[in-house]
């Protein structure tokens, strides 16, 4: 849909892992639709997150953390990010005030100083980090090359109110490219998914998590219209793996199960009744054909 006047237009926002990429996307769209942890990592695919205001629309890519594949699935992780760079109005580059502009986020840097879309750096965790962290990030950018920064904080909401109004300087006129209701193109059935990946990366030991993956067998809505069946398997890469996501007497999967449902009642707008299968696949994440079902797909 095309109104005279009305602008949109689409952001990349890359960076290194754990960061606060999806707490920014969360935040800008206004709810959540990309899970968050201190886990690195935690996003394994482009989600893309909907803004609509009355005169413009942004669509913003949040990408998975830009670092060293260490298989098909970083691989993947690692394409998606960057493709997700390309031909937008700008990218929004995220480095932690925090932690630190390090060697891995000087690495991104120099790969977006081959990008033609122009970069806004967002140094993140302005709420929690020293005057003087702040000032070592925005020396760091500065020698790099990068002159248009902005501190914010994803997390509070600092700055963000900003943000939107400097994007908006980079909106051309363009058509409405999803309904206003519309936050995400992501099924629900890949949300589910996520947040039920989410609560196993919050849950457990930090040697499991980047092995699991999460896959959606079957959702159905009882004929009352008032309890939605989930079904939904959780792959690990070993046997010793799978008892701890079990945990004694199955407790584990039980509140993994129970935190998991609360996220998914709030999606869906029903109650649900969430079933949780556990399933071993050694190295699933160099395995194209597991890759491609659990929607990992590089076409």
Not at 54 to 59: E, F, G, R
Not at 96 to 115: C, F, S, Y
Not at 263 to 278: A, F, H, M, S
Request: net charge neutral.
């Amino acid at each position: 849909m095309t109104r005279d006047g009305y602008k949109s237009g689409f952001f990349s926002i890359v960076g290194c892992p754990n960061v606060g990429k999806s707490t920014l996307l969360n935040r800008l769209v206004g709810q959540k639709i990309a899970i968050v942890t201190d886990r690195a990592q935690t996003t394994r695919n482009r989600i893309t997150g909907v803004l609509t205001r009355k005169s413009y629309q942004m669509i913003f890519l949040d990408t998975p953390g830009m670092t060293k594949p260490k298989n098909k699935l970083g691989t993947y992780m690692q394409k998606v990010a960057e493709e997700a760079s390309q031909d937008v109005e700008a990218i929004l580059f995220v480095v932690d005030a925090k932690n630190g502009v390090r060697e891995r986020d000087a690495d991104v840097m120099r790969l977006l100083k081959t990008q033609r879309s122009p970069v806004i750096v967002l140094i993140n965790k302005c709420d929690v980090a020293s005057a003087a962290q702040m000032d070592e990030a925005r020396k760091t950018i500065a020698e790099a090359g990068f002159e248009n920064v902005m501190a914010i904080s994803a997390e509070t909401g600092e700055n963000v109110d900003k943000l939107e109004t400097l994007l908006t300087g980079y909106l051309t006129e363009g058509p409405q490219y999803f309904p206003e209701d519309m936050v995400t193109d992501q099924p629900e059935r890949v949300i589910c998914a996520e947040m039920i990946r989410e609560k196993t990366l919050q849950l457990l030991l930090e040697e499991i998590p980047h092995g699991i993956g999460v896959g959606i067998d079957r959702m159905t809505l009882r004929p009352d219209g008032e309890l939605m069946d989930v079904w939904a398997t959780v792959y690990c890469e070993r046997e010793s793996h799978k008892g701890i996501i079990i945990g004694r007497g199955g407790k584990m999967l039980k509140r993994i199960g129970t935190e998991a449902r609360k996220d998914i009642e709030w999606l869906l707008g029903v109650r649900v009744n969430l079933q949780l299968w556990i399933k071993v696949k050694e190295d699933w994440r160099n395995r194209q054909q597991m890759l491609n079902e659990l929607g990992y797909r590089d076409d």
